[in-house]
């Protein structure tokens, strides 16, 4: 979604660099290229005057200062830095948990933002920090809305508390009340509660909400988000925050192609935090909101914290001290192992998504290659390791033609496949001996196929920087020769 912005800022601050000294009309020209990069975004007009008058209001005094220094643009970028990170919220906030069990959170919004999916999502990153919530299903309006919240409770293995039929029918204040007296008996100590949607902000569906709120008087008021609605998205929050009230949003769909101006105005505007955000369709794609990795991965920064976060969760611990015993031990690296390698890779999700995390994602070499960076090979990949025995497994050596053969036609690949399969398997393994005895270096390594590969090195060399002396010619002459011997 930031990808445009992204790209804006870093031609911005390339030009800024190339200064050895900044002046005030550098400042100026390099704030009105953030401030047309802001506004291109879609993020409000007032919040992008703030932003831009801060920046000037910070770093103008300390320009003389700056100066002294040997990268003043770097100053100015971390100045940029603070401030993006002050309008996305400043500090992360979480979820206030209710002294006396259960919690009870209210999800409200406009319809199609996405509140009964998120609702599910809620529900599985609670659970797997140990909770145990419940889902009620308080929209009765829209067309089989209470059947959808049940098939995503069941795809999570999470009860739904629905007596009413929904479509139209039932009260959805008595099935809320209903609901959170029915968890507090069942002892689940969250409650989700999906409430209604409206096309619109209207008369109707303020009043319904607050029916909702006052009757079971939630810890948290969560205002549901479409990030590709825009600036209406905004002014809806705006207009339900000072008809109903909220604690808090959530941001679904950022992982749309839309602009984004929304994530950028809606906490300035509301003066509410974004706590969550939903980034694709999966109930695992949903995550804490944290404004100093977004504003990271804003500026070009990538987000290291949150790709490291999910490479520990996906990385079983007992796997992860198998392999590297393994490795220190001198044992070949099997393809039983980089299976297990391969699960966890998508247990982590879109490998597309992890990679651009990395730092220079959006730049453009490496924005091509993960544009051509196929998902799915992972699976293809997969699905030809499971085709070999245990004993082609340990041993790819033993793979000959026919062995070839049955394994691409077990997989649906072609025998090119599993040969060009076979021989980068060999040559990790020929890297990883050479990284056990300090001579090699990922330049060798070959990558998966579809994964971007890394540029070729030679490894280091004794003689880096001191080229061979020619030879000394030897003449003819038995004076001249004797000379140069001397």
């Given at each position: 979604?930031?990808?445009?912005?992204?790209?804006?800022?870093?031609?911005?601050?390339?030009?800024?660099?190339?200064?050895?000294?900044?002046?005030?009309?550098?400042?100026?020209?390099?704030?009105?290229?953030?401030?047309?990069?802001?506004?291109?975004?879609?993020?409000?007009?007032?919040?992008?005057?703030?932003?831009?008058?801060?920046?000037?209001?910070?770093?103008?005094?300390?320009?003389?200062?700056?100066?002294?220094?040997?990268?003043?643009?770097?100053?100015?970028?971390?100045?940029?830095?603070?401030?993006?990170?002050?309008?996305?919220?400043?500090?992360?906030?979480?979820?206030?948990?209710?002294?006396?069990?259960?919690?009870?959170?209210?999800?409200?919004?406009?319809?199609?933002?996405?509140?009964?999916?998120?609702?599910?999502?809620?529900?599985?990153?609670?659970?797997?920090?140990?909770?145990?919530?419940?889902?009620?299903?308080?929209?009765?309006?829209?067309?089989?809305?209470?059947?959808?919240?049940?098939?995503?409770?069941?795809?999570?293995?999470?009860?739904?508390?629905?007596?009413?039929?929904?479509?139209?029918?039932?009260?959805?204040?008595?099935?809320?009340?209903?609901?959170?007296?029915?968890?507090?008996?069942?002892?689940?100590?969250?409650?989700?509660?999906?409430?209604?949607?409206?096309?619109?902000?209207?008369?109707?569906?303020?009043?319904?909400?607050?029916?909702?709120?006052?009757?079971?008087?939630?810890?948290?008021?969560?205002?549901?988000?479409?990030?590709?609605?825009?600036?209406?998205?905004?002014?809806?929050?705006?207009?339900?925050?000072?008809?109903?009230?909220?604690?808090?949003?959530?941001?679904?769909?950022?992982?749309?192609?839309?602009?984004?101006?929304?994530?950028?105005?809606?906490?300035?505007?509301?003066?509410?935090?974004?706590?969550?955000?939903?980034?694709?369709?999966?109930?695992?794609?949903?995550?804490?909101?944290?404004?100093?990795?977004?504003?990271?991965?804003?500026?070009?920064?990538?987000?290291?914290?949150?790709?490291?976060?999910?490479?520990?969760?996906?990385?079983?611990?007992?796997?992860?001290?198998?392999?590297?015993?393994?490795?220190?031990?001198?044992?070949?690296?099997?393809?039983?192992?980089?299976?297990?390698?391969?699960?966890?890779?998508?247990?982590?999700?879109?490998?597309?998504?992890?990679?651009?995390?990395?730092?220079?994602?959006?730049?453009?070499?490496?924005?091509?290659?993960?544009?051509?960076?196929?998902?799915?090979?992972?699976?293809?990949?997969?699905?030809?390791?499971?085709?070999?025995?245990?004993?082609?497994?340990?041993?790819?050596?033993?793979?000959?033609?026919?062995?070839?053969?049955?394994?691409?036609?077990?997989?649906?690949?072609?025998?090119?496949?599993?040969n060009s399969l076979v021989d980068r398997f060999s040559g990790a393994q020929k890297m990883m001996k050479q990284m056990r005895s300090g001579k090699g270096g990922l330049g060798n390594m070959q990558m998966p196929p579809g994964m971007p590969q890394f540029p070729p090195t030679t490894g280091p060399s004794l003689n880096k920087g001191h080229a061979p002396k020619a030879k000394k010619s030897r003449s003819g002459n038995p004076?001249?020769?004797?000379?140069?011997?001397?």
């Amino acid at each position: 979604m930031f990808d445009s912005l992204s790209a804006k800022f870093s031609t911005a601050f390339a030009s800024l660099r190339g200064k050895g000294r900044i002046k005030a009309g550098d400042l100026d020209e390099i704030t009105s290229e953030i401030r047309s990069a802001l506004l291109d975004s879609d993020v409000a007009v007032s919040v992008v005057d703030t932003f831009i008058s801060q920046i000037k209001q910070r770093s103008l005094p300390l320009l003389d200062e700056l100066n002294k220094s040997t990268n003043p643009s770097q100053a100015i970028f971390n100045i940029v830095n603070e401030e993006l990170v002050g309008i996305l919220g400043g500090t992360a906030r979480r979820i206030r948990y209710a002294k006396k069990a259960p919690t009870v959170i209210l999800l409200t919004g406009l319809q199609g933002a996405g509140k009964t999916s998120l609702a599910g999502k809620l529900a599985k990153f609670l659970k797997d920090q140990g909770n145990t919530p419940i889902l009620v299903a308080c929209d009765l309006a829209r067309p089989n809305a209470v059947t959808q919240l049940q098939l995503v409770g069941q795809s999570i293995s999470v009860p739904v508390f629905a007596p009413e039929p929904g479509n139209g029918n039932g009260d959805p204040i008595r099935v809320a009340k209903d609901g959170v007296r029915f968890a507090s008996e069942k002892l689940h100590n969250i409650v989700i509660v999906d409430t209604a949607g409206r096309l619109g902000i209207d008369a109707e569906l303020m009043a319904q909400a607050k029916r909702i709120r006052e009757a079971i008087n939630p810890d948290e008021v969560l205002y549901v988000v479409d990030a590709m609605v825009g600036q209406d998205a905004v002014r809806s929050a705006q207009a339900f925050d000072d008809g109903v009230g909220f604690d808090g949003v959530v941001l679904t769909k950022l992982d749309g192609d839309a602009r984004g101006g929304a994530a950028l105005s809606i906490t300035q505007v509301t003066k509410k935090p974004i706590m969550f955000a939903a980034t694709g369709e999966k109930v695992t794609d949903f995550d804490l909101f944290y404004p100093d990795r977004m504003a990271s991965r804003i500026l070009g920064l990538g987000d290291i914290q949150t790709l490291a976060e999910a490479t520990k969760n996906a990385f079983d611990g007992d796997t992860a001290a198998k392999l590297e015993s393994k490795f220190a031990s001198g044992e070949d690296f099997t393809l039983d192992d980089f299976l297990s390698q391969l699960e966890a890779m998508k247990k982590m999700g879109s490998m597309t998504k992890l990679l651009g995390m990395l730092p220079g994602a959006n730049s453009g070499a490496m924005k091509k290659q993960l544009e051509q960076f196929d998902d799915s090979e992972l699976i293809r990949t997969q699905a030809i390791v499971q085709s070999m025995t245990p004993l082609e497994r340990r041993d790819p050596k033993v793979l000959n033609g026919s062995r070839r053969a049955r394994i691409a036609k077990g997989s649906g690949r072609a025998v090119s496949d599993v040969n060009s399969l076979v021989d980068r398997f060999s040559g990790a393994q020929k890297m990883m001996k050479q990284m056990r005895s300090g001579k090699g270096g990922l330049g060798n390594m070959q990558m998966p196929p579809g994964m971007p590969q890394f540029p070729p090195t030679t490894g280091p060399s004794l003689n880096k920087g001191h080229a061979p002396k020619a030879k000394k010619s030897r003449s003819g002459n038995p004076a001249k020769r004797a000379a140069e011997s001397s």
